[in-house]
């Protein structure tokens, strides 16, 4: 089946419909203010982006692609790692007695506004070009996500309802 969707270029339509419900960071006494959603895709879906991760890693690294600043989406790099590297940097420049200026962005969210050409021109300028490329437009359009509502009653959660399906427009799925 993942071979086949690999060959084909199609990511399976049944696979990109998302259900998007809230998960609790905490208690259920603060649930209402600390609260972040996460879309749940099927045991396939999963499956076949976990092998598509280890062909696309696969390739990146024997093609040297990735700069060794890049922490992302690495072995044995973490956002910690990327932190030590810039407090160091920091400590460095003022050791040599160098001014530091610091401008710092809030990336939580760039997968969910991410333009879909921009990210088929940098695929194809990376050398990821025809069918794996064709395989990502697939995977990426037609998608749709629904929202699960659930009502508290007592300590349990109880389904309530599911809202209609929505195609998503912009953005890499999350899940």
Same mark, same amino acid.
């Given at each position: *089946?993942?071979?086949?969707? $690999?060959?084909?270029?199609i990511?399976?339509?049944? *696979? ?8 609790f960071?905490? %208690?259920?006494?603060?649930?209402l203010?600390?609260t972040?959603q996460y879309? $749940?895709?099927?045991f396939?879906?999963k499956?076949l982006?976990?092998l598509l ?5 696969? $390739?990146v690294?024997?093609h ?7 922490? %992302?989406?690495?072995?044995m790099?973490?956002t910690?790692?990327?932190?030590q ?9 003022m050791?040599q007695c160098? @001014? ?17 050409n921009t990210? $088929?021109?940098?695929l194809n300028?990376? %050398?990821?070009?025809?069918? *794996? ?18 009502q *508290? ?8 309802? @599911? ?6 427009? @912009? ?5």
């Amino acid at each position: *089946m993942w071979k086949a969707s $690999f060959n084909s270029r199609i990511f399976q339509h049944k *696979m990109k419909t998302a259900k998007v419900r809230s998960l609790f960071k905490q %208690g259920i006494d603060k649930m209402l203010k600390i609260t972040d959603q996460y879309p $749940f895709y099927c045991f396939f879906s999963k499956t076949l982006k976990k092998l598509l991760y280890q062909r696309l890693i696969s $390739f990146v690294n024997k093609h040297n692609i990735l700069s060794e600043a890049q922490n %992302g989406f690495r072995k044995m790099k973490t956002t910690e790692t990327a932190n030590q590297t810039f407090i160091q940097s920091i400590q460095d420049s003022m050791d040599q007695c160098l @001014h530091v200026t610091g401008i710092l962005l809030d990336l939580t969210k760039a997968y969910d506004i991410l333009n879909y050409n921009t990210l $088929f021109d940098n695929l194809n300028s990376y %050398g990821i070009r025809a069918n *794996m490329n064709l395989w990502f437009k697939s995977y990426l359009s037609n998608s749709s996500e629904f929202i699960e509502i659930t009502q *508290m009653q007592g300590r349990n959660f109880t389904q309530y309802r @599911h809202t209609s399906a929505r195609k998503i427009v @912009h953005g890499v799925p999350q899940g």
